[in-house]
């Protein structure tokens, strides 16, 4: 697999996990319909539901997003999620080497609480996202109810 550690990655994924820096997600992609070659697609500042919205149906893409949510009125955490998206019309090979491929990506982008594999936008509900990074955390502060 070649470019996932290109700079240009490297420096998306540092500022998605600076807390300085506004922007709160990216996305590499596949460089062309053959091959294993990554490059940055994009990167953004509004959230899971932005990043959701630029994921494209006819390609494996993976993404890195930042995600902040209260655990009560005390406090705010600060978790990392890791995407791998296989869109629907996605080629049938591609979606066959993803599993293969995604391990460099993962040495990469190596700091996430959870993984999401989505198939459909409908995976990337930023609440039902907080739910599990809730019970990956261990700690509970609201009660149970997610």
């Not at 996605?90 to 990506?105: L, Q």
Request: proline share 1%.
């Amino acid at each position: 697999m070649s470019g996932v550690d290109a700079p240009e990655i490297l420096a998306a994924y540092d500022a998605v996990r600076s807390d300085k820096n506004e922007t709160n997600w990216l996305i590499i992609s596949y460089a062309s319909n053959v091959g294993d070659a990554l490059t940055l697609t994009e990167t953004g500042s509004g959230g899971m539901e932005e990043l959701a919205e630029r994921l494209d149906d006819a390609q494996a893409q993976y993404a890195y997003v930042r995600v902040e949510y209260a655990n009560d009125t005390e406090s705010k955490r600060v978790k990392f999620v890791l995407v791998i998206w296989i869109g629907e019309n996605t080629k049938v090979m591609r979606k066959a080497r993803v599993s293969i491929e995604s391990g460099g990506v993962k040495r990469v982008l190596a700091h996430h609480s959870i993984q999401v594999d989505a198939r459909d936008k409908g995976d990337l509900d930023e609440k039902e996202i907080v739910v599990r990074l809730r019970k990956a955390g261990g700690a509970d502060y609201n009660g149970g109810r997610g």
